[in-house]
Every structure is written in C-alpha cells, then in structure tokens.
T-cell receptor
Framework: EDKVVQSPLSLVVHEGDTVTLNCSYE??????LLWYKQEKKAPTFLFML????IEKKSGRLSSILDKKELFSILNITATQTGDSAVYLC???????????FGKGTRLHILP | SAVISQKPSRDICQRGTSLTIQCQVD?????MFWYRQQPGQSLTLIAT?????????ESGFVIDKFPISRPNLTFSTLTVSNMSPEDSSIYLC????????????FGPGTRLTVL
C-alpha cells in the first residue's frame, strides 16, 4: 500500500532556530514528491522534487530528496513566526491521477 | 500555476440541509479534485471530477451524499447533502497543474460548520 509518513507530527521552536521536517514514502512507480505549506485553510505549493540530491531552495526554505532511502527533508533556517503552519508532504500517483498526503507537521514558532 | 477561487469561504448550516460549494479556476484544466480536511487531519480525497464524465468517488464517499458537477473546463461544484455535524470540515478544491507537472493547486477552501 502506498504511504507517506511525516515526522515529527508537531514541533515548537523559537524564532531564529533552524528546523528540519522529515518525509518518508513507500510508493510504487515513484515520480515526484511535493511539499506544501498550509496556513488556515488552503495548502500552498512550495516545492516539487524529482531528482535525488538536488536541493530546491526558496529564501529560507530548502528541500532535498533521497530516492535511494525514500525520504525528503524540508529545512527552514532563521525561522520566523510567519513560518508557523502545517507542512504537508505529498506524493503523486500518476497511474491514478491522485496525490497521497502525509499527516503533516504542525510547526509553531515562538517569538 | 493556477489561480482558484472558491465560495463560500465559510458557512454555518443546520443539520439536514445541503450546501453547494463552487470552485472556479482561471485556466482550462481537465482534472479537478475535491478534498475534505476534518479537524486535525490531513487531506482526504473525496472525488475526481473530469469535464464531460461522471465524477469518480473514493472509497467511503458516494454520489448521493456528495454530488459533483463539472459543466466546463474551469468550473465545478460540490454539494454536501443532508448534512450532519460529522460533515463539519474544510472542503478544498484543487486542479491539476495546467502545464502538466505532477503538482496540484488548491483553492482557498470552504470552512463548513454543521450545527
């Protein structure tokens, strides 16, 4: 059965800290992995990763994929209170035209 | 990417009534998706809506409870029928990437509370 597992489920840190969020997956015919940030209601797209070892970066956020070990990490450096959100990892299932989501990591940044 | 609008953004409804949620996208897309996110949970796919065909429902979701329309390539509706408090959730529509990448883009969501 295809699955996506995120850890930790929740995380509380102080502003300025660096955090690493983890996502492991078991998916048949893997093609890509997605990261979303969810504040309030709607997930917003962060990264799509398809190749191992190539870091995607956007400001203080970066992510990398390891297709051999079947995981990805999302790093946030110099965290700010505005980074508080649920971060969702997801893997598309092209054969079904669906995406399966992990349970998310709820990140809370203390001022 | 795609720009998606959804309405209503929130509603409070009485048990036994129905609510129709609308989703509009700024480009033509073949596939649109409807998700539910119950409090503290991740996203659960309700159904996939392709224009010109019946929606495909996931296990645990049925057309009588969640009828879906997809009249054209930029619009879809989801109706939550005969609501009960257990239907209180965030409902999200999403669309496939118009440029064919694997990602989906989400609408702003509808927060539904059923009393």
């Amino acid at each position: 059965e295809d699955k996506v597992v995120q850890s930790p489920l929740s995380l509380v840190v102080h502003e300025g800290d660096t955090v690493t969020l983890n996502c492991s997956y078991e998916v048949t015919n893997f093609r890509s992995l997605l990261w979303y940030k969810q504040e309030k209601k709607a997930p917003t797209f962060l990264f799509m990763l398809t190749s191992s070892g190539i870091e995607k970066k956007s400001g203080r956020l970066s992510s990398i994929l390891d297709k051999k070990e079947l995981f990805s990490i999302l790093n946030i450096t110099a965290t700010q209170t505005g980074d508080s959100a649920v971060y969702l990892c997801a893997v598309p299932l092209p054969r079904d035209d669906k995406i399966i989501f992990g349970k998310g990591t709820r990140l809370h940044i203390l001022p | 990417s795609a720009v998606i609008s959804q309405k209503p953004s929130r509603d409070i409804c009485q048990r036994g009534t129905s609510l129709t949620i609308q989703c509009q996208v700024d480009s033509q897309v073949t596939m649109m998706f409807w998700y539910r996110q119950q409090p503290g949970q991740s996203l659960t796919l309700i159904a996939t809506a392709n224009q010109g065909s019946e929606a495909t429902y996931e296990s645990g979701f049925v057309i009588d409870k969640f009828p879906i329309s997809r009249p054209n390539l930029t619009f879809s509706t989801l109706t939550v029928s005969n609501m009960s408090p257990e239907d209180s959730s965030i409902y999200l529509c999403s669309v496939e990437d118009p440029e064919g990448e694997d990602t989906q883009y989400f609408g702003p969501g509808t927060r539904l509370t059923v009393l």
